[in-house]
């Protein structure tokens, strides 16, 4: 608004300033002149942008911990997770701790999704311990546009590797309500397909991308997807107990196309949904399923 007030003005002084000078034969106070009208109209409309600027990026530091993209603010919002931290370490094999390269790839997905324009908080940006409801619950008082938590597998086995993402359709009972009340929907309770439906996009473009075995998406009521109101995975990047995975794992080229197969599955799944963010949340008229899935969410944790 300060842009363009001065603007108009600069160009109202100006405009009137050169009739002027078309009228009648100029002189050289008049140019000048002119060269000092002008030169100052220049700093007073750059100072208006620098405040305007500044009360810009005032304004979105007042949103604790987001990550805002200025330009963006109706950018679809995404909670990155990086599975475990603090004295939960999660998987330790193959040289790795899960927690750390967790962490790793959770911080380049950041880097990937902003880069696309979207904007983007994490649950955790060092090696610090959050209970699995306090994760679920960023995205929930976000009401952000997706959850992804990220994990690294293990098997007793060193011959399984792959790519596995996980899901799930009954959410627990307080993340129902939630749905209901936001999407205005009347039934005792509701199954959420979004989650579903993201898994399959991520899972698929990462199996093209690294060329890891497909282990498929998974329905399990972990924490961090069963207590999520947004749609929510849990991807597990490659098994640290396969050797060979184990060292692509930890190489950067390999995180890269890690990182590009989420993007790219989130960024298909975000553009066919664009106008009908709750397609995919449906009606169910069985309670006693809502209050199963309750119990189960809440005392499963994540892998
Ligand atoms: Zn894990």
Known sequence: MIIIVKAKRYFKIT??????RRSSPATVKDTLFGEYLRGTLSYLALGAVFLTLGWLSDRLEAVPGIQLNPWQMDAPLIVVDAGHGGHDGGAVA??????????????????QLLAHGMRVKMT??????????????????????????????TSANPDV????????????????????????????AV???RGRWLAASIQQ?????????????????????TRTQVPAVLVECGFLTHPDEAA??????????????????????????????????????????????????????AP
């Open 124 to 153: 955790r940006e060092s090696d610090v311990f959050l209970p699995l409801e306090g994760r679920a619950a960023i995205a929930n008082d976000l009401q952000a546009d997706a959850f992804i938590s990220l994990h690294l597998n």
């Open 15 to 20: 405009n009137n300033f050169l009739k002027k």
């Open 191 to 193: 199954k959420d397909l």
């Open 161 to 188: 590797s792959g790519i596995e993402t996980y899901f799930t359709e009954h959410k627990t009972l307080a993340a129902q309500r939630a749905l209901q009340a936001r999407w205005k929907l009347t039934s005792s």
């Open 248 to 301: 692509k794992l930890k190489q950067a080229d390999y995180q890269k196309q890690l990182i590009q197969g989420i993007s790219t599955g989130l960024r298909h799944f975000l553009q066919a949904r664009q106008n009908q963010p709750g397609k995919g949340i449906e009606a169910l008229s069985d309670p006693a399923l809502a209050a199963t899935q309750e119990e189960a969410g809440a005392e499963t944790t």
């Open 94 to 111: 193959g040289g790795a701790l899960e927690k750390e390269l967790a962490l790793k790839l959770a911080l380049d997905l950041r880097g």
């Open 205 to 225: 473009q990462l199996c093209t991308l690294t060329q890891a075995v497909d282990r498929g998406i998974k329905e399990r009521n972990y924490a961090v997807v």
